[in-house]
């Protein structure tokens, strides 16, 4: 028999427990044994909850009770939920998680003290909730040398760009409905400001090239500067904007990663994921791009994420994983100045104007354009050099276009 | 150090000694030991390969050579392959093949073989080509009650739809264009009358739901029927045609599938699918609706799946990889009569007579349609009750909507 103690009885937490008793049968029939929860921590009372037997307020009786082989972290943040982890690992239990927070900026210690304890440290609901990526990528794409990585990462901000796009909202009336939806926070700015997005694409990153990569080496730009004039002129030429985390093999073992809103094509998967749906493409050096495609977050996908690494672990519970990654560095992360990528600018200044500065440029209509304003494509360039052709121009927004 | 032995080198198993080569110092990382190819059985002489020395003609060679671990069939069909396969597991050795013909037909058997003689039998290529599909269903997955596989799964018949519906190509000019760019076979049957669509969701059918399912009991229709006036009238109510293997969870532990073309709303990530790109769209109990996408087939793509598979098990050799299914049954699968959707049908008929014959509908239209001719969409029923209210009709087409 395995144990299994679910630490947070919150959304996610619930939903595993749920995931667990609804499916049990099956789940025990894959593992081969008998899976069962023992234990739910959380501060709160749940006198009427159907596992209010399994619930404890002190981590000690899950830390030092032998029979516990899994232990299931969904409190989420690197406070407390470090300190459960490290004390978990150090009783030699398995600990899986949704924790993005804690993977991205804790990951290489954690995964340290799993291997030096003979367990596993398995997180694949901390990105893309129950989208299967991380384990695809360092198993089923094992063969390939990775190129890069780019992700719809985040689904609040997803869910916003698309009722922008679709409905013509603003960026303030999307995010209130999205808030009335239960999509976003009340307080948003993990969300719309990139920072989820950017702990996200630190894991991929890690998980991709081989070296932890920490979220403050990583720039991460949100969407509260996109305007219905960009979906407008983006729309007009065929693209979709939408925010991505990118991360970009380098020369010499380095790596680029970074967060901002960047214009799709059309005719890439990834311009057609809309509301809260994720998706990540991955390209190889021999699958070419491949992508991953399902809902980013959400009580149940993100508990069958969280299950499927359960089972991972009860099936064989002292084997050793290789889900690392080595230590990063300050000199790991390059910045994004070397990456060229045609660029999407709206400004205020004449066509001419724009040819003028830059050059050989794709010009964009929308209805209702005021005189004196152009938007515009330009020919692939570096950033530093965007930045020097429109200095001093009245810039409303620049943006990336995935090539 | 692990031994692979390549039986087969064409396309793909030439790729598999490429990517070996080229991506050898990863894959020793990964694997954490030396992976290295020790023959390549061909009846052909390679004179000027690089690999000329690793060629033998006899398979005895390998089959009674202790070294090697892992054989990698890449010869295609189920005649001498399956003499090869059941020689190499009889002698304890892995097998790996991107082979879906003798998955479909042999899989139960060699599944069985494979871990009578302590070994594993691998075929992550056999669908999707490099798309990571057949592991992330049975392990990232596996904490779901899996309802239902939908997929693009046959590249050749994406790519005449695409052209008919980009570019208005006919069947006939499209696959000729397909042929001249080495897509399609010059004799196209496999692809087009949906055989190898047919195979591919027999295995996904199989690791979704257990048991095998014969390629004999699974109907499939092709697109040699689908004309330009169906891709027009589906165009005008925002549905592309696209051929789909469908397996789908019945009551009592039987199984649903079949092969055929549908229409595909294009709010649904399937219909952004386009040219040879494969995408398999999952629905599990918890996770809801997941997608993944890749290029289907090709030299690199294919081979990238199949070394995923050589480090699998190169990892670990002795590993039981409980990757099987059961025995299939005569009457396991059971016809597609009972799934209810909308129709897509195309008649000879006025507005008026459609509405009698088939109720609430949507009527299409299309520029240049001829008098007398009617085209629209049904309330959802079963396809007994939609034939019969066609009764005696002359009837152009009739397809399924995916819902």
Not at 73 to 99: C, H, M, P, Q, Y
Not at 162 to 170: D, F, K, N, S, V
Not at 335 to 345: C, T
Request: a negative charge.
């Amino acid at each position: 028999m395995v144990h299994v103690a679910i630490l947070g009885f919150g959304t996610v937490g619930s939903g595993v427990a749920e995931v667990l008793a609804t499916n049990g049968g099956l789940i025990d029939h894959r593992v081969d044994d008998l899976v069962r929860l023992k234990y739910i921590l959380d501060v709160r009372d749940f006198p009427d909850s159907p596992y209010r037997d399994l619930f404890v307020k002190d981590f000690g009786a899950i830390e030092n009770d032998h029979e516990v082989d899994i232990v299931v972290e969904t409190i989420g943040g690197a406070g407390i939920a470090l300190d459960f982890t490290t004390r978990a690992l150090k009783a030699g239990k398995s600990v899986v998680t949704s924790n993005k927070e804690l993977v991205a900026t804790h990951g290489y210690e954690l995964l340290q003290l799993a291997r030096a304890n003979g367990c596993s440290y398995l997180f694949e609901a901390s990105v893309g909730g129950g989208i299967p990526i991380l384990r695809p990528l360092t198993s089923c794409l094992a063969a390939n040398e990775l190129e890069q990585v780019s992700g719809i990462l985040n689904g609040t901000t997803n869910y916003i760009l698309t009722r922008m796009i679709r409905a013509g909202l603003t960026f303030d009336q999307a995010l209130a409905e999205a808030q009335a939806n239960g999509y976003a926070e009340k307080d948003p700015t993990a969300d719309v400001d990139g920072h989820d997005a950017c702990r996200k694409i630190c894991i991929l990153a890690a998980l991709a090239f081989g070296r932890h990569v920490y979220p403050d080496q990583v720039p991460a730009q949100g969407i509260r500067g996109v305007t219905l004039e960009d979906v407008a002129y983006a729309d007009s030429a065929g693209y979709k904007i939408k925010l991505l985390g990118r991360a970009l093999r380098q020369p010499q073992g380095r790596v680029c990663a970074f967060v901002a809103p960047h214009l799709v094509p059309g005719a890439n998967p990834l311009a057609g994921v809309e509301d809260v749906f994720n998706a990540i493409a991955v390209t190889g050096n021999a699958i070419g791009d491949v992508m991953f495609y399902g809902r980013g977050a959400g009580k149940l996908p993100t508990a069958s994420a969280v299950v499927a690494d359960v089972i991972d672990i009860a099936k064989d519970l002292k084997k050793d994983r290789h889900n690392g990654w080595e230590e990063g560095a300050p000199d790991l992360v390059v910045s994004a100045d070397g990456i060229v990528s045609p660029w999407y600018i709206r400004a205020q200044m004449s066509a001419e104007q724009a040819r003028r500065r830059c050059g050989d440029i794709q010009l964009l209509a929308r209805g209702g354009a005021p005189a004196g304003e152009a938007a515009f494509l330009t020919a692939p360039m570096a950033e530093p050099e965007v930045r020097e052709r429109l200095e001093g121009a009245d810039v409303g927004s620049l943006y990336r276009v995935l090539a």
